[in-house]
């Protein structure tokens, strides 16, 4: 490559890279990441989710352990709230009964509603085919 194509090219990659920025910085689209339910109660929750080293047996947006379901939209997925709180206070069979507290719960429930209206995970729905390549259904926030 001669060094004027170098140039042209190094060129054009920071006014893509500028355009870039300007375009994600500057959008208005209206995305609720969550902000809008973020309080004490979700920080707190936050805490908890730590202490209690749930991300041990669970994942958020994919990260964590694989003993129990991801927990990003628990809350709206079916059976809701109701399900996710009896889950907590009740443990069952490999989901250990912490004994939490009322608090704990409203404290932990908040974090979990706050993760629900972060975003979609996972963010794909697809089969795996027998060749192991992937056949995407749909992408979730197309619904
Ligand atoms: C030892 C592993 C383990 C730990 C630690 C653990 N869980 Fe679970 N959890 C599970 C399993 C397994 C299930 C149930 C899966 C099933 O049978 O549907 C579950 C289910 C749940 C559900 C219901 C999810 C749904 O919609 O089906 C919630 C909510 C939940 N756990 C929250 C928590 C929270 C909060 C913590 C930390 C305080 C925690 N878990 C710690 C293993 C664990």
């Known amino acids: 490559m ?3 194509s170098k140039q042209w090219l190094y060129v ?3 006014i893509s890279f500028l355009a870039m920025s300007f375009g994600v910085y ?16 979700v920080r ?3 805490r908890l989710f730590q202490d209690y080293n749930c991300v041990s047996c669970h994942q958020i947006f994919g990260l964590g352990g694989y003993m129990g ?9 079916e059976g809701g709230p109701k399900r996710a709180e ?20 409203t404290e932990l429930m908040a ?7 972060s975003g979609t ?19 979730q926030d197309d619904e």
């Open 2 to 4: 001669s060094l004027r």
């Open 12 to 14: 054009m990659l920071c």
């Open 26 to 41: 500057t959008s208005t689209e209206n995305v609720d990441r969550g902000f809008s339910v973020m309080n004490e109660d």
């Open 44 to 46: 707190a929750g936050k």
């Open 69 to 77: 379901p991801d927990l990003t939209n628990c809350i709206s997925s």
């Open 86 to 105: 009896m889950w907590m206070r009740n443990g069952f069979g490999a989901m250990p009964n912490f004994e939490l507290s009322d608090q704990e719960i």
């Open 111 to 117: 974090f979990l509603a706050y993760i629900d209206k």
């Open 121 to 139: 995970s996972p963010p794909k729905e697809y089969e795996i085919n027998s060749t192991g390549t992937l056949d995407i259904k749909h992408y």
